[in-house]
């Protein structure tokens, strides 16, 4: 049971980044009949869209847009790309801001939980390294309260933001991406931009299953 526990969420956070990353990698050649590469893309649309404020800029933290410094923020290979994976990823990050503009509730929820999520993180941690005395704490009068409570406002916390990111992800995709690019991109190449954002969303969906395993486990093990 152990050995099927242990391969069930190597699968959920191994299988769907390795998926991810080899449809973005099939979508990445380059498309010289692309009037422009991904940065281009994103800033064109904040322009014709009118999202005052919003800007382009070439990042080595991974793909995101920021909501504080209203920044849509591009890796350098899809700032640069001139590839159905470029102009995809870059819809997408536009999509957020155009949440933002209209106030989307849930992509608001999320940027507020990622701050408390941060601080439950560093209680996780402790948690984990304090793993030998919470079994001598459990057994006090309160400890088994004490610790179970720290236990789900850590792990519960960071599976909630996981959660509150999925109609983020899936609505800026499908709802925001999509329909944008169907004016800039060939007909054929519709299908590749569902496959890619689908790849993508399919993460974060893997994402918050961990995160309610990795919850589960804990309260399991506090109540030994």
Known sequence: MIVLAIALLLALFLLPNLWAKWVLARHARGREEYPGTGGELADHLIRR????????????????????????????????????????????????AIQHREGYAPLLARSR????????????????????????????PGGLVVVVALAV???????????VTLPVEFDASFGRALPLLAEYIPARDMPGARHVLTACAFTYVAASL???????????????
């Open 49 to 96: 869209l009118g999202l005052e404020g919003v800007r382009v800029e070439v990042t080595d933290q991974g793909d995101h847009y920021d909501p504080e410094a209203r920044r849509v923020r591009l890796s350098r290979e899809h700032f640069e790309g001139r590839s159905l994976t470029a102009v995809t990823v870059a819809a997408h990050e536009v999509g957020h």
């Open 113 to 140: 939980l990622v701050a408390v999520a941060q601080k439950a993180e560093k209680v996780g941690a402790l948690l984990m390294m304090a793993a030998p005395f919470l079994f001598v704490l459990t057994r006090l």
């Open 153 to 163: 406002i850590s792990f519960g916390t960071a599976a909630l933001v996981h959660l």
């Open 210 to 224: 961990a995160s309610v395993l990795n919850l589960g486990r804990w309260l399991v093990i506090l109540r030994r």
